[in-house]
């Protein structure tokens, strides 16, 4: 019943990171950057819920909206402030400049209210605990499990069945050949990193209402879990970004559970180091060999 | 702002350099000291992830201050130079050598955390200038390995009283048998407490039957929860801040581990509150330093004071240590005569019966303070007086 227990606790920790990790991978996908702002819109996210929340005395639905509608804005202003100046630039200048973004939101933040916690009001959404022989599942992290398997239904149905979908395959494909063939480039970019940045701020508001605190400094922790998540699943396979989540999440809870909750963050990365070494691809990526 | 406080860091490490290349140099400098105005150094928390506790302090060193200069002791004004050390302990290690070299306090108060005191420290023995926390408890801050930090006091009892208080309180009041701990691994105060409380709970006949650790930021607690769910406890003992620990008391509730849930001060916030809900914050208690619920006349002119001065807030505890290391320091001055920093550590070491809201002020052999707790227990969001220890 334990083991039980404890594997639920995982899953609902893994689709926290799955929400995250499925707007870090469709950006990889696409664009072939990584961007590590990525959990700083998340927090970014979570405070646009909060303040529609406290400030503008919204619901859950409509503060989660508003969030995904500023967090895109938010991400195609980075993406056309920051990376499309260095699109021709190697990969790692695009890498550092992400960084650089990265510290630039989360100091931003506590520029502007300063590093103190918030924590989102606890009546939104009732949460109940289910009991199921003993085990006791959160009425809330279903619906966060939910909310991600819709998501990445939709984000798979968006890339691959969709014009805007078509392009962006076009365009991650081969940038120049798609350009050739008459698609706009930057406006396809620009939707990419709309919609991974949407994703982005719906993680937020779901954290903040799952986990109740907030602040400027979260989304470092659970960007980089779900980056590692993205790489387990393979990273640009959007599918594989949901596996990945929960899998890591399972794996966390089981090392807490087994005693080790101090090894819980290291554990996290070994398996990023041991995916890179035996399966670079990830579970879910086929190796493809670099054309020359 | 920024700009500045970034200008700030970078000359305090330039000071830095400074202090150790010159070692020692920085002593001397006491003696050109203003003899109406006594400055007085604050390196608090104020912003940060532990802001409430600093800020709390900071308007209890107001009030007070305010209150001690309006007769000025013995002709002298004090004035209070602030640092807000971010709640982070190198900032605050800066803070330290800033306050000393550039203002060239008489003494500073601070930090509230006890690992942001330690930061201190060093810096205070090497300048012979006294370090007074108000709320750091734990005890290695004054002395270490039976060696005394001699420049360096508190205005709080020390971890080992609060574990111990919380011991008694599970076997006698509470009359449980077994009890689980949860620590916070990444805080000296956390530790503390958890040893001492472990000693005296299995002194008094009782039973730790599950250990389990977390680190500060972490967010989801529900693993470790689950594994002292299965150990069955009567009691939890949770030496940690309010940001983690609200959470663990709410995903704690809602696993369904309803036995009572106890800890230091590190919980008394109102953020508190407002992470955990005030349901899953029923059958909890804290050992603290005070409480405004408490009858002493002393204690009720002080909340009146307070609540006079800040619109109505009524004073936590860490207000109430602000308040009360203000008139600690203002009556060492006044017996030193001076704001001499050797005089006031003298003078300091000798207080002995001073009345103060917290309790009345003696120190021990080693600059800690032998006085009275309280406990206290949420009840429906709210902190009532449960009873108060005396050592």
């Given amino acids: 019943m334990e083991f039980l227990q404890q594997l639920v606790n995982g899953v609902s920790l893994g689709s926290i990171y799955a929400l995250i990790a499925l707007g870090y991978t469709m950006v990889y996908g696409i664009v072939k950057l990584i961007n590590f702002a990525h959990g700083d819109i998340f927090m970014v996210g979570a405070f646009i819920g909060f303040y529609s929340i406290t400030i503008l005395d919204l619901g859950f639905f409509p503060s989660l909206l508003i969030s995904m509608a500023i967090c895109a804005i938010l991400g195609v202003l980075i993406e056309r402030i920051a990376y499309k100046p260095l699109r021709n630039a190697t990969r790692i200048a695009a890498l550092i400049t992400a960084i650089g973004v990265s510290l630039l939101i989360e100091y931003g933040m506590i520029y502007v209210r300063g590093a103190q916690p918030e924590a989102y009001p606890g009546d939104l959404i009732p949460a109940t605990s289910l009991d199921f022989f003993g085990v006791k599942v959160s009425s809330q992290s279903v619906l966060i499990l939910g909310t991600s398997v819709v998501l990445m239904i939709l984000l798979q149905f968006i890339v691959h069945k969709t014009k805007i979908g078509k392009a962006m395959r076009a365009v991650s494909h081969d940038m120049d050949a798609a350009r050739l063939m008459g698609i706009n480039v930057n406006n396809t970019i620009s939707a990419t990193f709309a919609i991974g940045s949407a994703l982005a701020g719906a993680a937020g508001v779901a954290f903040g209402m799952y986990y109740t605190k907030i602040e400027p400094l979260m989304g470092i922790i659970p960007g980089l879990k779900a980056f590692v998540a993205a790489v387990l699943g393979g990273i640009g396979i959007i599918p594989g970004a949901m596996v990945g989540g929960l899998l890591l999440g399972v794996i966390e809870s089981l090392v807490s559970a087994a005693g080790f909750s101090l090894w819980r963050d290291g554990v996290a990365f070994v398996v990023l180091i041991l995916i890179l070494i035996f399966r670079p691809a990830g579970l879910f990526g086929k190796n493809v060999r670099e054309k020359v | ?391």
């Fill in chain 2, 1 to 391: 702002m920024r700009k500045k406080k970034l200008a700030g860091i970078f000359v305090s490490f330039m000071l830095a350099a400074g202090v150790l290349a010159g070692c020692g140099g920085a002593s001397s400098t006491s003696g050109e000291k203003d003899d109406e105005t006594i400055k007085i150094g604050a390196n608090l928390e104020l912003s940060g992830g532990v802001a409430s506790y600093g800020q709390s302090i900071e308007e209890g060193l107001k009030l007070a201050i305010e209150e001690i200069n309006k007769d000025g002791i013995d002709g002298k004004k004090i004035e209070l130079v602030t640092f807000d050390n971010k709640s982070d302990a190198a900032e605050a290690t800066n803070g330290a050598i800033k306050l000393i070299s550039q203002d060239k306090v008489s003494a500073i108060i601070g930090a509230a955390t006890s690992t942001n005191t330690l930061a201190q420290v060093e810096i205070a023995q090497k300048n012979k200038t006294p370090l007074i926390t108000p709320t750091g408890t734990n005890s290695t801050i004054t002395s270490k390995d039976g060696v005394l930090n001699d420049f360096v006091f508190r205005t709080c009892f020390i971890d080992p009283f609060q574990g111990t208080v919380a011991a008694n309180f599970a076997s006698s009041d509470l009359k449980v048998k077994n009890a689980a701990i949860i620590i916070d691994s990444s805080s000296d105060y956390s530790k503390g407490l958890a040893a001492s409380f472990q000693k005296s709970f299995e002194g008094n006949g009782g039973k730790i039957v599950a250990e389990e650790a977390y680190v500060a930021k972490d967010t989801d607690f529900n693993a470790i929860l689950t594994n002292i769910k299965a150990k069955n406890p009567e009691f939890v003992f949770l030496p940690g801040f309010y940001e983690e620990v609200g959470l663990i008391i709410k995903q704690a509730r809602a696993l369904g581990i309803d036995a009572p849930i106890m800890g230091g001060d590190g919980w008394d916030s109102p953020t508190l509150i407002d992470i955990a809900g005030a349901d899953p914050l029923n059958n909890t208690f804290i050992t603290n330093h005070y409480s405004s619920g408490d009858s002493d006349p002393k204690v009720q002119d002080f909340v009146k004071a307070f609540e006079g001065k800040y619109g109505g807030k009524s004073p936590d505890a860490f207000a109430a240590l602000g308040y009360d290391t203000a008139y600690f320091i203002a009556d060492a001055i006044k017996r030193a005569g001076s704001g001499d920093p050797e005089k006031l550590k003298k003078a300091l070491e000798e207080t002995d019966g001073l009345g103060l809201v917290s309790g009345d002020l003696k120190l021990d052999k080693n600059h800690d303070p032998i006085k009275a707790a309280v406990i206290l227990e949420y009840k429906g969001g709210k902190q009532e007086f449960n009873t108060k220890v005396n050592p």
